[in-house]
Each structure stands twice: as structure tokens, then as C-alpha cells.
């Protein structure tokens, strides 16, 4: 069964930092490109960071750039999210989904919230 479970949300006041996680299983995660998305109440998903499965390339929204780092560790099947510098902005549920394809996944979503 494939899943995709995001974790290391929560609250955070701005200017502070958090790092979600993404465990995957059920597929083989370094044959898929990653990415982090976000959605705020009330906007539409937004596409934060993306990495192919082959190499190291990594694109960020420019709404994140600078602040935010995404990796991946392959033995582990996990995708990681650093967010520093975080804005009341920042707030939404952040997901991770992996692609290949015909095949999309994604996670349930974790919560961020950033305070003013």
C-alpha cells in the first residue's frame, strides 16, 4: 500500500523555524520526483519545492526561496522540508507528494501555523 505521511507541523512564532518530514512506502521512492506543497484557507494549492528523482536540481517558489530547503535521503525514503524565517503567511497545511509519470501521490497534510 502506498503512503505518504507527513510530519513535524505545528506552531510556530514568526521568524522561528520547523522541519516536516515525509515518510514514504509501498513504492520505490528514488525512481519519483518530490515536491512540497502548501494550502492556506481559502487560496489554492501552491507548488513550494520540486526535485527529480535522478538529480540533485532543486526549484522553489519564489515565495519560499531563500528561506526554505527541501532534500531528500533515499535509504530512508523520506523527504524533508527546512523552513527558517517563517511569516504569519507561511500558515497553511503543507502536503508532499512524489510523481512518476502516471503515478502521483501525495500525503495527508501537516499543519503549520506561524503567529504575529
Known amino acids: 500500500e502506498v503512503n505518504l505521511a507527513e510530519s513535524g507541523g505545528g506552531l510556530q512564532q514568526t521568524g522561528g523555524s520547523l522541519r516536516l518530514s515525509c515518510a514514504a512506502s509501498?513504492?520505490?521512492?528514488?525512481?519519483?520526483?518530490i515536491g512540497w506543497f502548501r494550502q492556506a484557507p481559502g487560496k489554492e494549492r501552491e507548488g513550494l519545492s520540486f526535485?527529480?528523482?535522478?538529480?540533485?536540481?532543486?526549484a522553489y517558489a519564489n515565495s519560499v526561496k531563500g528561506r526554505f530547503t527541501m532534500s531528500r535521503d533515499n535509504a530512508k525514503s523520506t523527504l524533508y522540508l527546512q523552513m527558517i524565517s517563517l511569516k504569519p503567511e507561511d500558515t497553511a497545511v503543507y502536503y508532499c507528494?512524489?510523481?512518476?509519470?502516471?503515478?502521483?501521490?501525495w500525503g495527508q497534510g501537516t499543519q503549520v501555523t506561524v503567529s504575529s
Open positions: 526535485m527529480g528523482s535522478s538529480d540533485g536540481e532543486i
Open positions: 509501498g513504492f520505490t521512492f528514488d525512481d519519483y520526483a
Open positions: 507528494n512524489a510523481y512518476k509519470l502516471a503515478y502521483d501521490y
